[in-house]
Structures are given as C-alpha cells and as structure tokens.
C-alpha cells in the first residue's frame, strides 16, 4: 500500500429560506492535484457568481429588470468574479494545497453565505503486484 493525496473540494451556500437558517450543498468533488482543485473552485465560483448576478445584457432577462446595487452593500459575485482573477490569491491557495493545508474562501451578501473549501486528504491505495493475489 502507498499514500495517495487527493483534494476533496465542497462549495456550501447558507442562508435564510422561509425563517429557517438552511444549509445546501452546492457541488463536490475529489480532485486529485491542487492545480485540478483549483480549477473546479474557479469554474464553481464563477457558476455561482453567474447566477446570482447575470449579466444584464442576456437574452432571457427582461429589459429592466435587473438594477446596479449601490457600492456600499456586500456584494458576493463581484467578491467571487475578483478572486476568480486574481493571480495573487490563485497562486497563494495553491501553494497552500501543495504544503498539505488546507483552503477555504467565503463570501457573504445578504442572500446568504457562500463557502468554499478544498481539504487535502492522504489514502492508501494498493501498489500493482504486490496483493495477496500477486502472481
């Protein structure tokens, strides 16, 4: 037997659905690089940042009907849209990864709170040959 690492991602949304605190679960994976992890995290934040904020110009969205929100308040896509291009912060996450720690990244609104997380895992998988069934 031999350790393997593997990343397993999950992104939770949490928030207030008819006066009760829910909590969902958004997507999951078991990645098996940091650089795989993190490119399922990117794809999940900018799905997410999408369908909390399309883009206003899209076909199915009536004219109208979405506004700008005012700077002052949280505003969890941008937040999603600003880490998704950060080289900086991509490259910090990764690293942390192939140090064996952990990464973990939120962001809230008042819609909810938003968090993603990719925790590196070691399990032992069989080395070819070398079972009690080896020949």
């Known amino acids: 037997m031999r350790a393997v690492r593997l990343y397993n991602v999950t992104v939770v949304g949490e928030g207030p659905v008819n006066g009760t605190w829910v909590r969902v679960l958004l997507a999951v994976r078991q990645a098996t690089s940091p650089d795989h992890a993190m490119t399922f995290l ?20 009536p004219v109208g009907t979405l506004v700008p929100a005012e700077n002052r308040v949280p505003d ?13 912060a991509q490259r910090a996450a990764r690293n942390q990864l192939v140090a064996g ?6 962001a809230a609104d008042h819609s909810g ?10 399990v032992c998988v069989p080395v070819p040959g070398s079972g009690p069934w080896a020949v």
């Open 42 to 61: 990117r794809r999940q934040a900018r799905r997410i940042a999408s369908g909390l904020d399309p883009d206003p110009r899209s076909g199915w969205i």
């Open 76 to 88: 969890v896509p941008a937040e999603l849209r600003s880490w998704c291009r950060d080289p900086e």
């Open 101 to 106: 720690g952990e990464f973990a990244l939120s």
């Open 113 to 122: 709170v938003y968090l993603f997380r990719v925790l590196p895992v070691s």
